[in-house]
Protein backbone atom coordinates (compact mmCIF):
# COMPACT_ATOMS: atom_id res chain seq x y z
CA UNK A 1 0.00 0.00 0.00
CA UNK A 2 2.95 2.06 0.69
CA UNK A 3 4.10 1.80 -2.54
CA UNK A 4 1.19 2.48 -3.86
CA UNK A 5 0.66 6.08 -1.75
CA UNK A 6 4.32 7.36 -2.81
CA UNK A 7 3.76 6.70 -6.31
CA UNK A 8 0.08 8.78 -6.54
CA UNK A 9 1.64 11.56 -3.77
CA UNK A 10 4.83 11.65 -6.50
CA UNK A 11 1.80 11.88 -9.60
CA UNK A 12 -0.04 14.92 -8.47
CA UNK A 13 3.01 17.00 -8.21
CA UNK A 14 4.93 15.49 -11.15
CA UNK A 15 1.35 16.54 -13.36
CA UNK A 16 0.10 20.12 -12.67
CA UNK A 17 -2.69 19.03 -10.86
CA UNK A 18 -1.49 18.74 -7.82
CA UNK A 19 -0.32 22.46 -8.18
CA UNK A 20 -3.64 23.73 -9.60
CA UNK A 21 -5.91 22.13 -6.47
CA UNK A 22 -3.37 23.47 -3.82
CA UNK A 23 -3.42 27.00 -5.57
CA UNK A 24 -6.87 27.22 -6.37
CA UNK A 25 -7.98 25.56 -2.41
CA UNK A 26 -5.60 28.44 -1.05
CA UNK A 27 -6.21 31.32 -2.87
CA UNK A 28 -10.14 30.54 -2.81
CA UNK A 29 -10.20 29.88 0.87
CA UNK A 30 -8.26 32.94 2.04
CA UNK A 31 -10.81 35.60 -0.23
CA UNK A 32 -13.78 33.72 1.02
CA UNK A 33 -12.20 34.08 4.45
CA UNK A 34 -11.58 37.87 3.97
CA UNK A 35 -15.15 38.31 2.59
CA UNK A 36 -17.17 36.30 5.15
CA UNK A 37 -15.03 37.64 8.41
CA UNK A 38 -12.88 41.36 7.96
CA UNK A 39 -15.06 42.89 5.05
CA UNK A 40 -18.15 41.46 6.81
CA UNK A 41 -16.92 42.85 10.01
CA UNK A 42 -17.71 39.64 11.91
CA UNK A 43 -15.90 37.11 13.83
CA UNK A 44 -18.16 34.34 12.75
CA UNK A 45 -16.46 31.60 10.57
CA UNK A 46 -19.71 30.27 10.00
CA UNK A 47 -20.77 31.40 6.45
CA UNK A 48 -16.78 30.59 5.74
CA UNK A 49 -17.22 27.01 6.04
CA UNK A 50 -20.21 26.42 4.28
CA UNK A 51 -19.53 27.98 1.35
CA UNK A 52 -16.11 26.04 1.00
CA UNK A 53 -18.11 22.81 1.59
CA UNK A 54 -20.21 24.32 -1.89
CA UNK A 55 -16.47 24.84 -3.43
CA UNK A 56 -15.82 20.95 -2.69
CA UNK A 57 -18.27 20.36 -5.50
CA UNK A 58 -15.65 21.45 -8.12
CA UNK A 59 -11.63 21.43 -5.81
CA UNK A 60 -12.54 17.77 -4.87
CA UNK A 61 -13.31 15.86 -8.10
CA UNK A 62 -9.64 17.68 -9.47
CA UNK A 63 -8.36 15.41 -6.67
CA UNK A 64 -10.15 12.30 -7.52
CA UNK A 65 -10.64 11.70 -11.34
CA UNK A 66 -7.53 10.61 -12.14
CA UNK A 67 -6.98 7.95 -9.33
CA UNK A 68 -8.04 4.70 -11.35
CA UNK A 69 -9.38 6.71 -14.77
CA UNK A 70 -5.60 7.11 -15.92
CA UNK A 71 -4.96 3.75 -14.98
CA UNK A 72 -7.46 2.41 -17.30
CA UNK A 73 -6.28 5.21 -20.11
CA UNK A 74 -2.98 4.87 -20.27
CA UNK A 75 -3.38 0.82 -20.24
CA UNK A 76 -1.54 0.32 -16.97
CA UNK A 77 -4.11 -1.28 -15.05
CA UNK A 78 -3.14 -5.14 -15.84
CA UNK A 79 0.06 -4.07 -13.88
CA UNK A 80 -1.65 -2.67 -11.31
CA UNK A 81 -4.29 -5.30 -10.65
CA UNK A 82 -0.68 -8.05 -10.66
CA UNK A 83 1.39 -5.85 -8.65
CA UNK A 84 2.02 -7.85 -5.25
CA UNK A 85 -0.42 -5.54 -3.12
CA UNK A 86 -3.55 -6.51 -2.53
CA UNK A 87 -6.99 -4.76 -3.83
CA UNK A 88 -7.46 -3.16 -0.51
CA UNK A 89 -4.02 -1.69 -0.56
CA UNK A 90 -4.14 -0.52 -4.01
CA UNK A 91 -7.63 1.56 -2.94
CA UNK A 92 -6.89 2.86 0.27
CA UNK A 93 -3.08 3.79 -1.34
CA UNK A 94 -4.67 5.89 -3.47
CA UNK A 95 -7.53 7.39 -1.23
CA UNK A 96 -4.72 8.08 1.05
CA UNK A 97 -2.63 10.06 -1.08
CA UNK A 98 -5.81 12.17 -2.33
CA UNK A 99 -7.09 12.94 1.30
CA UNK A 100 -2.90 13.70 2.76
CA UNK A 101 -3.16 16.49 -0.18
CA UNK A 102 -6.44 17.20 1.01
CA UNK A 103 -5.84 17.48 4.60
CA UNK A 104 -2.53 19.22 4.17
CA UNK A 105 -4.74 22.30 1.99
CA UNK A 106 -6.81 22.37 4.59
CA UNK A 107 -4.66 22.53 7.14
CA UNK A 108 -2.77 24.83 4.94
CA UNK A 109 -6.02 27.47 5.08
CA UNK A 110 -6.61 27.64 8.76
CA UNK A 111 -3.57 30.54 8.81
CA UNK A 112 -6.73 32.45 7.49
CA UNK A 113 -7.69 32.32 10.80
CA UNK A 114 -5.10 34.59 11.96
CA UNK A 115 -6.24 38.11 11.38
CA UNK A 116 -9.34 37.38 13.34
CA UNK A 117 -7.36 36.95 16.47
CA UNK A 118 -5.13 39.34 16.00
CA UNK A 119 -7.63 41.95 15.17
CA UNK A 120 -9.85 40.12 18.39
CA UNK A 121 -6.70 40.85 20.31
CA UNK A 122 -6.23 44.47 19.47
CA UNK A 123 -10.10 45.09 20.08
CA UNK A 124 -10.11 43.38 23.21
CA UNK A 125 -6.96 45.72 24.44
CA UNK A 126 -8.81 48.89 23.89
CA UNK A 127 -11.97 47.63 25.24
CA UNK A 128 -12.27 47.60 29.31
CA UNK A 129 -16.49 46.12 28.88
CA UNK A 130 -18.30 45.01 26.01
CA UNK A 131 -20.79 42.47 26.21
CA UNK A 132 -20.13 41.19 22.41
CA UNK A 133 -18.15 38.39 21.25
CA UNK A 134 -15.04 39.59 20.47
CA UNK A 135 -12.21 37.33 18.29
CA UNK A 136 -13.37 33.96 16.75
CA UNK A 137 -14.51 31.31 18.88
CA UNK A 138 -11.58 28.53 18.63
CA UNK A 139 -14.29 25.25 19.61
CA UNK A 140 -16.16 26.30 16.47
CA UNK A 141 -13.10 26.69 14.36
CA UNK A 142 -12.06 23.45 15.54
CA UNK A 143 -15.14 21.69 15.42
CA UNK A 144 -15.64 23.30 11.83
CA UNK A 145 -12.60 21.97 10.42
CA UNK A 146 -13.00 18.36 12.60
CA UNK A 147 -16.25 18.40 10.09
CA UNK A 148 -14.76 19.64 6.67
CA UNK A 149 -11.72 16.76 7.11
CA UNK A 150 -14.25 14.25 7.83
CA UNK A 151 -16.94 15.73 5.00
CA UNK A 152 -13.51 15.74 2.20
CA UNK A 153 -12.53 12.18 3.69
CA UNK A 154 -16.04 11.16 2.04
CA UNK A 155 -16.29 12.51 -0.57
CA UNK A 156 -12.96 11.57 -2.03
CA UNK A 157 -14.12 8.11 -1.56
CA UNK A 158 -17.10 8.64 -3.78
CA UNK A 159 -15.02 10.63 -5.85
CA UNK A 160 -12.66 7.26 -6.12
CA UNK A 161 -15.03 5.00 -6.69
CA UNK A 162 -16.07 7.06 -9.73
CA UNK A 163 -12.96 7.09 -11.00
CA UNK A 164 -12.64 3.41 -10.71
CA UNK A 165 -15.86 2.98 -12.85
CA UNK A 166 -14.75 5.28 -16.30
CA UNK A 167 -11.28 5.65 -17.85
CA UNK A 168 -12.20 9.19 -18.79
CA UNK A 169 -10.61 11.46 -16.50
CA UNK A 170 -12.94 14.44 -17.84
CA UNK A 171 -16.63 11.76 -17.52
CA UNK A 172 -14.99 10.88 -14.09
CA UNK A 173 -14.76 14.63 -12.61
CA UNK A 174 -18.46 15.49 -14.29
CA UNK A 175 -20.27 12.87 -12.47
CA UNK A 176 -18.78 13.25 -8.99
CA UNK A 177 -19.39 16.87 -9.22
CA UNK A 178 -23.17 15.84 -10.27
CA UNK A 179 -23.10 13.36 -7.49
CA UNK A 180 -21.63 15.60 -4.57
CA UNK A 181 -23.44 18.99 -5.90
CA UNK A 182 -26.71 16.72 -5.25
CA UNK A 183 -25.37 15.60 -1.73
CA UNK A 184 -24.38 19.44 -0.66
CA UNK A 185 -27.34 20.51 -2.28
CA UNK A 186 -29.84 18.32 -1.26
CA UNK A 187 -30.56 20.27 2.17
CA UNK A 188 -32.08 23.51 0.34
CA UNK A 189 -35.02 21.59 -0.48
CA UNK A 190 -36.43 21.52 2.79
CA UNK A 191 -36.00 25.19 2.65
CA UNK A 192 -37.90 26.04 -0.86
CA UNK A 193 -40.98 28.10 -0.76
CA UNK A 194 -43.62 28.91 -2.59
CA UNK A 195 -45.55 32.08 -3.88
CA UNK A 196 -47.45 32.57 -0.72
CA UNK A 197 -44.19 31.51 1.65
CA UNK A 198 -45.58 27.93 2.09
CA UNK A 199 -43.08 25.23 1.83
CA UNK A 200 -43.11 23.03 -1.15
CA UNK A 201 -42.09 19.71 0.51
CA UNK A 202 -45.16 19.93 3.39
CA UNK A 203 -44.37 15.94 4.26
CA UNK A 204 -42.81 15.81 7.11
CA UNK A 205 -41.05 11.82 6.44
CA UNK A 206 -39.84 13.54 3.29
CA UNK A 207 -38.46 16.46 5.22
CA UNK A 208 -37.00 13.99 7.72
CA UNK A 209 -35.41 11.99 5.31
CA UNK A 210 -33.62 14.56 3.20
CA UNK A 211 -32.67 16.05 6.42
CA UNK A 212 -31.11 13.17 7.70
CA UNK A 213 -29.42 12.43 4.34
CA UNK A 214 -28.25 15.91 3.40
CA UNK A 215 -24.51 16.19 4.62
CA UNK A 216 -25.18 19.96 5.50
CA UNK A 217 -27.38 19.51 8.10
CA UNK A 218 -25.44 17.51 10.14
CA UNK A 219 -22.48 19.92 8.98
CA UNK A 220 -24.17 22.12 11.55
CA UNK A 221 -23.47 20.78 15.32
CA UNK A 222 -19.49 21.21 14.53
CA UNK A 223 -20.47 24.69 13.19
CA UNK A 224 -21.16 25.52 17.11
CA UNK A 225 -18.20 23.85 18.81
CA UNK A 226 -20.46 20.66 19.65
CA UNK A 227 -19.14 17.04 19.24
CA UNK A 228 -21.70 15.24 16.99
CA UNK A 229 -20.92 11.53 17.13
CA UNK A 230 -24.16 10.56 14.93
CA UNK A 231 -22.63 12.92 11.83
CA UNK A 232 -18.89 11.51 12.83
CA UNK A 233 -20.29 7.62 12.17
CA UNK A 234 -22.33 9.19 9.30
CA UNK A 235 -19.49 10.50 7.18
CA UNK A 236 -17.14 7.39 8.17
CA UNK A 237 -19.69 5.07 6.80
CA UNK A 238 -20.21 6.80 3.80
CA UNK A 239 -16.54 6.98 3.39
CA UNK A 240 -15.80 2.79 4.23
CA UNK A 241 -19.05 2.38 1.96
CA UNK A 242 -17.58 3.90 -1.33
CA UNK A 243 -14.21 2.74 -0.45
CA UNK A 244 -15.54 -0.93 -0.21
CA UNK A 245 -17.15 -0.69 -3.15
CA UNK A 246 -14.26 0.29 -5.28
CA UNK A 247 -12.82 -2.88 -3.54
CA UNK A 248 -15.12 -4.91 -4.98
CA UNK A 249 -15.24 -2.89 -8.25
CA UNK A 250 -11.64 -3.98 -9.00
CA UNK A 251 -12.19 -7.73 -7.21
CA UNK A 252 -14.75 -8.20 -10.31
CA UNK A 253 -12.94 -6.85 -12.64
CA UNK A 254 -9.65 -8.83 -11.74
CA UNK A 255 -11.33 -12.03 -12.00
CA UNK A 256 -14.11 -10.80 -14.95
Known amino acids: MFSIYKKEMRSYFINPIGYVYLGVFLVFSALLCCYTTVVAASYSTTSYFRYLIFAFIILIPILTMRLFAEERKLRTEQLLLTAPVTLTGIVMGKFLAAFTLYLGSVLLSCLNFIPLYVFGAAERAGTQYSTTQIGPV?????GSV???????????????????????????????????????LLNLLNGLTDADGQQIISSYPIRFVINWVSVLSRFSNFSYGIFDFGALLYYLS????????????????RWG
Open 138 to 142: TGQIV
Open 238 to 253: ITFVFLFLTVRVYDKR
Open 146 to 184: FAVILLGAAFIAIGTFISALTENQLSAAVITIGVIAAMV
